[in-house]
């Protein structure tokens, strides 16, 4: 039983770089979540999915991008890497919405842009 | 102001003591409260979870929920070095979007 899984787990990029953080669930669930979380901050929600197809913004979407073609799948595109993205992030999931059901999180990628 | 405050500690107490972590929160919209337990380089994990107010009981764990002062407390009775961790609290109000915001999390250290 995998739950969530992220890729990669650590990744160190150069200022001006690309990547993609992958985020896989095996659980059905139709919510998605992206969130970063810096030290002291708690956690901040970048992109969420409420189904495969449909996306939208959260509470700090600039300089991201997410793409939902699958129920499992829901990754997270950097574009031109700059410091204030080095953070940890962490993909969640969901069968309902939060207040019936929980969401369950993945382990992480810790990013750092240099 | 921020939505839901915490105090972020740290906290540092003896084995078998009794730990209170406390949030508060400014939007009254608010009616499903989570407290969430993160382990050092692991995700949140789900700890417990309250509709609107009450208290709710697991084992060592009790949840509290006010919501005419807008304070929600968790409660760790007979703490083991094993609670050490950061502890989430989250709070969403009824929406299709499922959205949480969290608190900033409370670092706990519970020592032998």
């Known amino acids: 039983n995998a739950g969530v899984t992220q890729t990669p787990k650590f990744r160190i990029l150069k200022i001006g770089q690309s990547m993609t953080l992958q985020c896989t669930q095996d659980m059905n669930h139709n919510y998605m979540y992206w969130y970063r979380q810096d030290p002291g901050m708690g956690l901040k929600l970048i992109y969420y999915s409420v189904g495969a197809g449909i996306t939208d913004k959260g509470e700090v979407p600039n300089g991201y991008n997410v793409s939902r073609s699958t129920t499992e799948d829901f990754p997270l595109r950097l574009e031109l890497a700059a410091p204030s993205q080095t953070s940890v992030y962490f993909c969640?999931?969901?069968?309902?919405?939060?207040?019936?059901?929980?969401?369950?999180f993945g382990d992480g990628t810790r990013l750092s842009i240099l | 102001q921020k939505e839901v405050e915490q105090d972020p500690g740290p906290l540092s107490v003896p084995e078998g003591a009794i730990v209170s972590l406390n949030c508060t929160y400014s939007n009254s919209a608010f009616q499903y409260f989570m407290w969430y337990r993160q382990y050092s380089r692991k995700g949140p994990e789900l700890l417990m979870y309250t509709y609107s107010s009450g208290n709710k009981e697991d084992g060592r764990f009790t949840a509290q929920v006010d919501k005419s002062s807008k304070y929600i407390s968790l409660f760790i009775r007979d703490s083991q070095p094993s609670d050490s961790a950061t502890y989430l609290c989250?709070?969403?109000?009824?929406?299709?979007?499922?959205?949480?915001?969290f608190g900033q999390g409370t670092t706990l250290q519970v020592k032998p």
């Open positions: 969640a999931s969901s069968y309902s919405t939060p207040g019936s059901q929980p969401q369950h």
């Open positions: 989250a709070m969403s109000a009824i929406s299709n979007t499922g959205k949480l915001i």
